[in-house]
């Protein structure tokens, strides 16, 4: 067994066939072949489906640890070209879109100023489908909604944030700075849809103020109920960094201290532990968050939940 044969396999699964694999590799598609094939012998089993259905349950189990072998290779390659002072190489994050909006520009540039041979790859998505990439090796670190319950994980909690309304200045809402949850349902809304983690954050504070809110239309998408709020459509219920204060318009921000704050948090892998470049990518993160929180209403750093940190 050696890292040809196993890159070959992630390859596969990366990009769905021998052909794309070889185009990703630079090889030709007979050298990803045989690399498969001495593999396949080598362990006893069927790693490749060859009709067509992808990787074989077996596959998949060698996929896992073939993933982290590569994120090790990389990490040493990582570590040793970031002895000293420059630290240099891939740094793999995940963020959730909401957070992304807010944090990653001024992270980037901090990056760039800071850590100029970092080469940042971030990737957006949700908790539930960034953490599983994280635990498989696609991943360096994650930027996710706490709490996530992996024993795997090493989690740095970043910030706390509220959960506002943002509605279209011409709405009854807008003149109010704070509003109750039994107000809020005298009007219509945009909420997320049932069964989605936002929304059973905003059920369990409405249950327990024994009030019901109107859904005017339910959207899954965090940034797109921000969005339609902010032109017009209605009022919304979102964490507030999903509208950075540099973004503007004739909105409003309301706030609703009945429902609960949301914690936000770093991240990543016990073991491998994380190369150089994430390590230097979390202390430009916290950093930044420590220099701008104060600008952006509804974010907290004193306030984090107990059960985030572990």
Do not use: C
Not at 113 to 141: F, K, M, Y
Not at 142 to 161: G, K, Q, T, W, Y
Not at 285 to 310: F, K, M, S
């Amino acid at each position: 067994m050696d890292l040809r044969q196993l890159s070959a396999l992630v390859a596969i699964a990366d990009h769905g066939s021998f052909s794309a694999a070889a185009k990703a590799l630079y090889t030709v598609q007979s050298n990803v072949s045989g690399h498969i094939s001495r593999l396949e012998r080598e362990l006893g089993v069927t790693l490749i489906d060859r009709t067509g259905r992808g990787l074989t349950n077996e596959g998949m189990m060698v996929l896992e640890r073939a993933r982290r072998i590569q994120r090790e290779f990389e990490g040493i390659a990582a570590d040793i070209a970031s002895l000293g002072t420059t630290v240099a190489g891939d740094a793999r994050i995940g963020v959730i879109g909401t957070t992304a909006r807010w944090l990653m520009p001024l992270v980037l540039r901090a990056l760039g100023r800071d850590h100029p041979l970092v080469h940042a790859i971030l990737a957006e998505g949700t908790t539930s489908n960034l953490v599983p990439r994280l635990l498989s090796g696609a991943l360096d670190a994650a930027i996710v909604h706490l709490p996530v319950d992996e024993p795997e994980l090493r989690v740095v909690p970043l910030f706390a944030e509220d959960l506002v309304v943002i509605t279209p200045a011409d709405h009854p809402l807008a003149t109010v700075s704070e509003v109750s949850l039994r107000t809020l349902s005298a009007y219509p809304l945009l909420l997320p849809p049932h069964g989605t983690a936002l929304r059973r954050v905003i059920d369990r504070a409405v249950h327990t103020a024994g009030v019901t809110l109107i859904a005017q239309a339910e959207i899954d998408g965090v940034r797109l109920l921000a969005s339609l709020a902010q032109e017009g459509f209605g009022p919304t219920i979102v964490p507030t960094t999903t509208v950075p204060i540099w973004v503007t318009g004739e909105f409003r921000r309301v706030a609703v201290p009945e429902l609960p704050r949301r914690v936000v948090g770093w991240v990543q892998s016990r073991r491998p532990a994380a190369a150089a470049p994430a390590k230097a990518t979390l202390d430009v993160l916290r950093n930044v968050i420590a220099e701008h929180a104060a600008e952006q209403p509804g974010v907290y750093l004193d306030e984090l939940i107990p059960l985030a940190t572990r």
